[in-house]
């Protein structure tokens, strides 16, 4: 229908051309410009269908009518300002409007507009209404672009001013306040709904000064249900329950069924929690090495499919718990960190996690030592190994001990690396080896914990 209209418009327009085309021109032509008409009807649309239909009732007994309380202006190609009051039959009239492009005002009852105008021009359906924008001329007035032409224009234009709430509650009854995304829905737009501060849960959208006043049609909500939540239930109605259906995530009524068009219909959206099928899963993130450590760093992350609990990590000694550490966590994935200082030994961590209703991860089990005792080190005895005494050496040796193992010495900054061993020892030090110099130096034992001794010695 609209297609074959279209087609209608271009071909008139073609024949226009055709015909204006070999007429002679002459000076008396060329300066009595073209003109057209433009007809506006304004209706309120009392039937919210977005039609001006005057055989259907809405729920509160009223219907369609001719709004003919506000004057109309045109501003033609020209910049000039044609200002209409409607005429007995409630009809706009503009004629002799220059052709060209012109823009239509109407006004809204108030200020600031408690309405919407929409273009219902050739619609069938509220779909393929469109709303007007809003611009101050004389007051904030609804605006349309449209072009005029010597065929005549014709314009419908409807007003409504729905206004539309969601309600969200949990299966308990209690509102869902401080939802991060509630969104209404109408034409082909989403608006942002923000929270009542005096209301919890319910939520409207609004515009500067004033409430978001909707197009008829669908009216729709979306709402994004908080973590182990989902949506059990989507109602809406005023006095009146309304039929709601589902498209694309989102939830839907007609405006028709709305009791008046300037009526505030809500939706109450329900939530319930997910219902828990799966244990949570856990992960060892720190240690990944047996170490030995000089303190036990733990990190162990969490996941669940509706909401974690705690997440724990338990420290044994020969099969005796010596340690507990948890985090109390929410949502559905969590990470417990805790750092651990211990006497010197071997142990396990085990590890799980609980979710909100009761269900426990599997326990996993990680096997590490720790060390937190400086290395020994001492002057190897024996002409061979060491001259000197007291500190003051020509050369000398050490012998180097450490239960958690040696990892390296560095002499006055110059590492030497030593295979990690329980002992180990570093031999025939004296100036222009391993760093050394004569006179001060000073010698740093590092075991694989990272445990150090630091030892001074003068050489000759
Ligand atoms: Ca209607
Ligand atoms: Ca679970
Ligand atoms: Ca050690
Ligand atoms: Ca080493």
């Keep these: 229908m609209k297609i074959s209209k279209t087609t209608g418009w271009a071909a008139a327009g073609l024949a226009a051309a055709l015909i204006a085309a070999p007429l002679p021109a002459s000076a008396e032509e060329t300066t009595d410009a073209a003109t057209g008409t433009l007809e506006v009807t304004r209706f309120d649309d009392r039937y919210a269908d ?39 039959d409630g009809i706009y009239r503009f004629t002799d409007v220059p ?11 108030n200020n600031p507009p408690g309405e919407v105008l929409f273009d219902a021009t050739g619609a069938t359906s509220a779909a393929d209404i469109t709303r007007l924008a809003t611009a101050e001329y004389f007051g904030p007035q609804g605006v349309l672009d449209i072009v005029i032409d010597e065929d005549g224009e014709q314009r419908l234009i409807g007003m409504s001013a729905l206004r539309l709430v969601a309600n969200v509650i949990f299966s308990d009854g ?36 004033s409430y978001v006043r909707h197009l008829p049609g669908d009216l729709g909500v979306r709402v994004a249900a908080p ?13 009146n329950p309304f039929t709601v259906t589902e498209r694309d995530g989102a939830y839907w009524f007609s405006s028709s069924e709305v009791l008046n068009y300037f009526w505030n219909p809500a939706f109450t959206v329900t939530l319930e929690p997910i219902p828990d ?49 948890q985090t109390a966590v929410t949502g559905t994935s ?25 269900k426990i991860s599997e326990t996993r089990t990680f096997a590490f030592s720790l060390d937190a005792t400086a290395p020994k080190a001492t002057v190897k005895n024996g002409k061979h190994f060491t001259v000197g005494e007291e500190g003051t050496y020509d050369l000398v040796s050490f012998k180097l001990s450490d239960a958690g193992k040696i990892d390296k010495v560095s002499i006055n900054g110059t590492v030497k690396d030593l295979s990690n061993n329980a002992w ?34 003068t050489l000759n």
């Design 50 to 88: 977005g039609l001006f239909d005057t055989t259907k009732t809405a729920p509160s007994g009223d219907v369609d009518r001719l709004n003919t309380s506000h004057a109309a202006q045109l501003i033609d190609v020209n910049g000039t300002r044609h200002y209409k009051s409607a005429d007995e």
């Design 99 to 109: 052709v060209g492009p012109a823009r239509l005002h109407l006004g809204y009852p």
């Design 174 to 209: 209690t509102p869902a306040a401080g939802l991060a995304t509630v969104e209404l829905g109408s034409g082909d737009d989403w608006y942002p709904a923000t929270e009542y501060d005096f209301r919890p849960g319910t939520y409207e959208a609004f515009q500067p000064s």
């Design 227 to 239: 973590a182990g939540y989902r949506i059990a239930d989507v109602t809406a109605g005023d006095v």
């Design 277 to 325: 099928t799966q244990k949570p899963q856990v992960t060892l993130v720190s240690p990944t090495a047996a170490g030995p450590f000089q303190a036990l760093s733990v990190q162990v992350d969490a996941t669940d499919d509706t909401g974690l609990k705690r997440i724990v990590a338990n420290i044994y000694r020969n099969g005796k718990l010596v340690k507990s550490t």
């Design 334 to 358: 969590g990470s417990h960190t805790a750092t651990v200082t211990l006497p010197d030994g071997d142990y396990t961590v085990k590890y799980n996690a609980e979710d909100v209703t009761g």
């Design 424 to 457: 180990s020892d570093v031999n025939f030090i004296k100036p222009g080896t391993f760093g050394a110099v004569a006179g001060e130096n000073t010698m740093v034992v590092h075991d694989v914990a990272g445990n150090t001794q630091t030892v001074t010695f």
